[in-house]
């Protein structure tokens, strides 16, 4: 079993930035137990959505919207991944969740974490 555990989120106005971490137990993200680790929100009323993901050999997908703002990375030492937003938009206010699991592709994948809440508001 795998515990992911999100932080970082928090409000935060419009074009500053917030970085989000997701800290794994059980299982470190080098493992072959986890191949891809992703960010996904979900805000109220939508469906959830991926926003970006990166492989266990560090190859990286982001959704259209987020392109040139958000960047996923990870430090399988620390077993930690990262998501760096830059210039914050009031529609990326959602609640962003952690992804991971041992299945190919960009998911979902099996695990999820508890969530934390990313407000953009002035």
């Known amino acids: 079993q795998v515990q992911l555990v999100e932080s970082g989120g928090g409000l935060v106005q419009p074009g500053g930035s917030l970085t989000l971490s997701c800290a794994a137990s059980?299982?470190?993200?080098?493992?072959?137990?986890?191949?891809?680790v992703g960010w996904y929100r979900q805000a109220p009323g939508k469906q959830r959505e991926l926003v970006a993901a990166?492989?266990?050999?560090?190859?990286?997908t982001y959704a259209d919207f987020v392109k040139g703002r958000f960047t996923i990375s990870r430090d399988n030492a620390k077993n930690t991944v990262y998501l760096q937003m830059n210039s914050l938009k009031p529609e990326d206010t959602a609640v962003y969740y952690c992804?991971?699991?041992?299945?190919?592709?960009?998911?979902?994948?099996?695990?999820w974490g508890q969530g934390t809440q990313v407000t953009v508001s002035s």
């Open positions: 990166i492989a266990r050999r560090g190859t990286r």
């Open positions: 992804n991971a699991g041992p299945s190919p592709g960009w998911g979902p994948y099996t695990y």
């Open positions: 059980s299982t470190g993200f080098g493992s072959f137990s986890i191949n891809g």
